[in-house]
C-alpha cells in the first residue's frame, strides 16, 4: 500500500491524459456518416464499402477532423427510382413535383447511375465530441 499511495496522482494524470486525447475510431467515423445518408433519406438507395480513415487532426479541444475515402455503392438505379417515385406520388402533384426534384439533384451529383455502380468519395468530416459521444457538426451534415 505504501508504494502505491505516491504513485497514485501519477496513474491518474496519465489516465486523465489518455481520456482527453482519445480520437473517434473508423468505426465510430464509419456509423456516423452511415447515418448521416440514413438522415438524408439515402440508407436503402446505397451502401458504403471500403471505408477507410486516411488522416486525422484536431484543430481545437474536442473538435477532430478525419480525412476519409469510401466507396458508395447503388443498390437500385436512378430509372427504378423514378419509377418508384411516380408510383408512390401517384395523382398527388405537389409530392410528385418533390421527388422530381429530389431525383434531379441526384441526377446532377451522381449521373445516370445503376444499380451495381460505385462513386469513390473523398471528404473531411468534422466532428465533435459531446457527453455521449462522437457526432458530425450540424454544419457539415
Known amino acids: 500500500m505504501k508504494t502505491v499511495l505516491p504513485r497514485l496522482p501519477l496513474f491518474l494524470s496519465v489516465v ?8 473517434p475510431s473508423t468505426d465510430e467515423i464509419r456509423q456516423l456518416v452511415e447515418q448521416r445518408f440514413q438522415k438524408a433519406g439515402f440508407g436503402e438507395l446505397f451502401a458504403i464499402e471500403n471505408f477507410e480513415k486516411v488522416n486525422g487532426y484536431e484543430p481545437r479541444d474536442n473538435v477532430y477532423v478525419a480525412e476519409v475515402e469510401y466507396d458508395l455503392v447503388f ?7 423514378e419509377a418508384e417515385r411516380k408510383q408512390e406520388a401517384g395523382d398527388a402533384p405537389m409530392a410528385a413535383f418533390m421527388n422530381a426534384m429530389g431525383l434531379l439533384a441526384l441526377k446532377m451529383q451522381y449521373g445516370n447511375f ?10 473531411s468530416i468534422r466532428l465533435i465530441r459531446t457527453e455521449k459521444g462522437w457526432r458530425i457538426l450540424e454544419e457539415d451534415a
Not at 16 to 23: G, Q, Y
Not at 75 to 81: H, K
Not at 115 to 122: E, F, I, L, N, S
Open 16 to 23: 486523465l491524459f489518455a481520456a482527453c486525447t482519445l480520437k
Open 75 to 81: 443498390r437500385r438505379g436512378l430509372r427504378e427510382l
Open 114 to 123: 445503376k444499380a451495381g455502380d460505385r462513386v469513390h468519395k473523398k471528404e
